[in-house]
């Protein structure tokens, strides 16, 4: 389960986009909201709560609200998203700010309560291995809760950029069922996995693309062309996207998906030996 992605050009592009993410970034609030509140509904009381993917740290200091006892890492690999994640959240309660990349945590096995991650896992380029490593970090009876995008995410725009050009335009997005498997496979223990659809409108496609740019989610797949977009191009594009005006507006198509998994209390390694958290050796 990999995925094509220029994993510099995207930590450009972020880092970039860190003063304007919050202007534009109403889409992803309203996703991270959905996502505490599910959390409402997990009993849970993490020592350690670790957002990932962590961007200008709305959620994390929504976390460390909801969490007070618990002390919050949030984790990106855009350095000036964090400087912003730093200055939120309750006073003197700033997270412990790590810049580093998801698909390798310097973190210690076993070691994190929670992972908390909005919309931030689709620009991983091996879901399968971060999947691995997040069950690496997670302690035992620990929960992972994401949300991300799935197939049909922005495919008006898709749809018209392929009467232009046979280059890649958008990312490619995983389906839900996939990441569901990958979950089982990694050995997390009851994956749920849900859908929403969420259509934002414009009143041109100006609009979509000036957002795309301001929160940082450029094309970068390796499979993009490379160079300036032509004025000729960009409108033939342009007037491709006007087939799907409804009611006189654009719309810009998202497919938000949600999983939650929990690390197992037992772990079966390869060679047949079970890995027991010394703090549930009491209880076992
Ligand atoms: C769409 S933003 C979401 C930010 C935040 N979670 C939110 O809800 O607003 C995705 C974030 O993931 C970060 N990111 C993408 N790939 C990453 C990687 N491999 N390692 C660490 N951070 C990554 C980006 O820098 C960006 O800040």
Redesign the pocket.
């Known amino acids: 389960m990999t995925a094509e992605l220029d ?1 510099r050009q ?2 450009m592009a ?1 880092s970039r986009a860190a003063p304007s993410y919050d202007q534009v ?1 109403v889409l ?1 609030r309203e996703i ?1 909201q959905r996502m505490l509140d599910r959390l409402e509904l997990v009993k849970l009381q993490p020592t350690w709560v670790l957002d990932l ?4 740290g ?2 994390t200091a929504d976390l460390a609200r909801r969490y007070p006892r618990a002390r919050i890492l949030a ?4 350095f000036p ?1 964090l400087l912003r994640a730093r200055r939120k959240g309750p006073l003197f309660r700033k997270p412990g700010c790590l810049c580093a ?3 390798q945590l310097p973190l210690a096995n076993q070691s994190v309560d929670l992972i908390y991650s ?3 896992l689709q ?2 380029s091996d879901f399968s291995r971060t999947l691995s490593e997040l069950l690496r970090v997670l302690k035992p009876g620990g929960l992972l809760m994401f949300s991300t995008f799935g197939p049909d995410t922005l495919w008006e725009l898709r749809d018209a950029w392929s009467e232009v050009d046979g280059f890649a335009h958008v990312s490619s997005f995983l389906d839900m069922h996939d990441l569901g498997d990958a979950l089982l496979r990694t050995r997390f223990a009851e994956p749920v996995m849900d859908v929403d659809r969420i259509t934002t409108t414009y009143t041109d496609v100006g609009g979509l693309m000036r957002d795309l740019k301001l ?3 450029h094309n970068a797949t390796t499979t993009r062309r490379r160079g300036l977009t032509g004025k000729g191009r960009m409108n033939a594009m342009r007037e491709a996207y006007e087939r799907h005006r409804i009611d006189g507006r654009l719309p810009a198509s998202y497919e938000v998906v949600y999983g939650h998994a929990w690390a197992p209390l037992q772990r079966q390694e390869e060679a047949g030996v079970t890995l027991v958290s010394a703090d549930r050796i009491g209880r076992l």
């Open positions: 994993k995207v930590r972020f970034a992803q991270g993917g962590a961007g200008t709305e959620a984790l990106d690999f855009a998203m990349d998801l698909e909005n919309v931030a620009w991983c929160l940082g989610a």
